[in-house]
């Protein structure tokens, strides 16, 4: 075991003497090599990020919501179908929810209103989230003009910010009374947009879901889990854009490793037959090739990793927000939680690291299998 | 020691341009003396010692070693034999540019898995015996002829081989360097280790070192 490991330690010895005397050419390998990792690399930990914003912030998102429908289209829901869905057994409470999308044309972009379950503004006031308000340049005590469904202008004074935290999901959020909220819509009263219903037993949603439907067919019934999969959907989608791009460069970087494994100049093939003559056996050089490899693929996969995750963490993505969050008008600021992953990290490194030991294998096994008094010969 | 029996060595078989290095030769290398194998420019001397060394096979005929066949020895084997067998000095010097002295002189040992201490100590050790000590870390394309040769010759004695094989060991030195090498060489056969020398170099054969020579031409033994 000794032996192995002082022979091993030969062996990378050599292999880091060897990386420094063709500094220019490896130096510029490790580059291009850093760079696909980090680009990467940013763009896995920017979706992971994005999926587990979303999955907190539908833990708090109720087991099922209940939408009426007319000939396929969402519809208001009478305060009567909220009393049917709440005698089903199973079904541990109803609500009936207020929310509403409102053209803002000062803006450009579609608005969220919605009456919060707890700690409604008061008549006339609301509450905006902090990319409305900072797109618009309101500060709480300013006012917020908005015209209603029957195009009246109505003034609302901006009493808090939402918290920044939540941006991701309140940028275009104006949270009002429900006063307000009806007459701007122009909804009677006992008619909501939806239904929210906590269950009893949790393992029962999809029971209760059936039980639903079974009492009101006219209805579309949404659990938590459908929706945590839509926004998982929405961003592998995103994610899927620029990992398809990525991919194409990573097999465009095997290649190039491939070449330069395979392209042995004169040289490289003299050092490898003075080697074997001087009692390197095939192994030694193959496991210094590899070796060779390794370290390569393993600095350039920690320097690009941390640079994608302080590029992710810390800076806030720039280089893929626009396609990983989407494009909207009123674009969210907003940080991601940092977190490091083990497994994502070892599965980043298999599929950035084994690409370019595998292409170099075949080339660096043919080099070293090379007879050296054929080689010094040449 | 070594034995070769109707050996023969042929490059690219069945061609055109099939070429036979090497032809019948039959030759006994004993223990501890110094043989030069003499002839001109193509007469078959670097294969010989080639063959000699492990570093190819022979096409036909035997060799052994201490009695044992090894001709046919699988590469694993041969390569750890000529390892531990076999010091190699080779006619272009053949260090391997932009590393430094001492890393050239280990690399021989770098595959026995012997602590890396001892191989560099080894190697300094060897450095100053053939007067290089201070020259240890230098790059190898940094010195001269003669030191060149010098590091080979250390880096031919890193794993202490009983044999030593020098491919014109002097081509590319003048007279007082060349002079400088083959004492060195004498001093290793004064430690009882036997050297296979190819050279047609005179002063090789001037000097009290050799003890047998062998003529070759055309790939044959001259009787």
């Known amino acids: 075991m000794n032996t192995w490991i002082e022979r091993q330690r030969g062996l990378i010895d050599t292999t880091v003497a060897n990386l420094r005397r063709r500094k220019a050419r490896n130096l510029g390998l ?80 579609n608005l969220t209103l919605q009456v919060p379950r707890e700690a409604a503004p008061a008549a006339g006031r609301v509450h905006l989230g902090a990319t409305l308000a900072r797109l618009r340049g309101l500060a709480p005590g300013d006012v917020l003009s908005l015209r209603d469904h029957a195009g009246q202008p109505h003034a609302f004074v901006v009493e808090a910010l939402l918290d920044s935290r939540s941006e991701l999901v309140s940028a275009d959020l104006v949270l009002l009374g429900e006063a307000d909220f009806r007459a701007f819509f122009g909804i009677a009263a006992g008619l909501y947009t939806d239904a929210a219903l906590r269950v009893v037993n949790p393992l029962e949603t999809r029971t209760v879901a059936e039980k639903v439907l079974a009492r009101l067919p006219a209805t579309r019934v949404i659990s938590r889990e459908e929706m945590r999969r839509t926004y998982d959907a929405v961003f592998n989608w995103r994610q899927g854009l620029p990992l398809m791009v990525l991919s194409v460069l990573l097999a465009a970087f095997a290649l190039l490793a491939w070449d330069k494994a395979s392209g042995l100049s004169a040289e490289e093939r003299r050092e490898i037959g003075i080697l074997k003559a001087l009692g390197w056996d095939s192994g030694d050089v193959l496991a210094m090739k590899l070796w060779e490899g390794a370290l390569l693929s393993l600095l350039a996969f920690l320097l690009g990793y941390t640079l994608a995750w302080l590029h992710v963490y810390y800076a806030g993505a720039p280089l893929f927000e626009p396609v990983l969050k989407g494009w909207s008008v009123l674009y969210p600021h907003f940080a991601l939680a940092p977190e490091v992953d083990i497994s994502r990290i070892v599965s980043l490194a298999l599929l950035t690291v084994l690409p370019y030991v595998a292409a170099t294998l075949v080339p660096v096994w043919r080099a070293a299998t090379l007879d050296p008094d054929e080689v010094m010969r040449e | 020691m070594i034995e070769l029996v109707g050996v023969g060595k042929t490059f690219n078989p069945g061609r055109d341009n099939e070429f036979h290095a090497v032809r019948e030769v039959s030759l006994s290398i004993e223990a501890g003396r110094v043989t030069a194998l003499r002839g001109p420019s193509g007469s078959g001397k670097t294969t010989l010692l080639g063959l000699i060394g492990g570093l190819t096979r022979p096409s036909v005929g035997r060799l052994r070693l201490h009695g044992r066949d090894i001709s046919a020895l699988p590469e694993r084997f041969l390569t750890a034999l000529r390892r531990d067998t076999f010091g ?136």
């Open chain 2, 88 to 223: 190699f000095v080779f006619q272009q010097f053949q260090l391997i540019r932009d590393l430094s002295v001492l890393d050239n002189v280990m690399l021989p040992a770098v595959p026995t898995g012997r602590p890396h201490a001892d191989i560099r100590a080894r190697a300094l050790r060897l450095l100053d015996e053939v007067g290089l000590g201070r020259r240890a870390a230098a790059r190898v394309q940094w010195l001269s002829g003669g030191e060149a040769q010098r590091a080979a010759i250390a880096r031919a004695l890193i794993n202490d081989p009983p044999v030593i094989l020098a491919d014109e060991p002097t081509a590319h030195l003048d007279s007082a360097l060349s002079r400088q090498i083959l004492e060195i060489l004498a001093e290793l056969r004064r430690c009882g280790r036997t050297l296979v020398i190819a050279s047609h170099d005179p002063l090789v054969f001037e000097m009290d070192l050799v003890e047998r020579v062998v003529d070759l031409r055309d790939g044959r033994v001259l009787a």
């Open chain 1, 30 to 109: 490790l580059l291009a090599y850093v760079l696909l990792v980090f680009l990467l690399a940013s763009v896995v930990l920017f979706g992971d990020g994005m999926r587990r914003e979303a999955r907190l912030l539908l833990e708090e998102a109720p087991e099922l919501v209940v939408q009426r429908l007319t000939a396929g289209r969402h519809d208001l829901m009478p305060a009567q179908w909220l009393e049917r869905i709440a005698d089903l057994r199973g079904v541990a409470a109803v609500e009936g929810r207020l929310w509403g999308y409102h053209h803002d044309a000062a803006v450009g972009a």
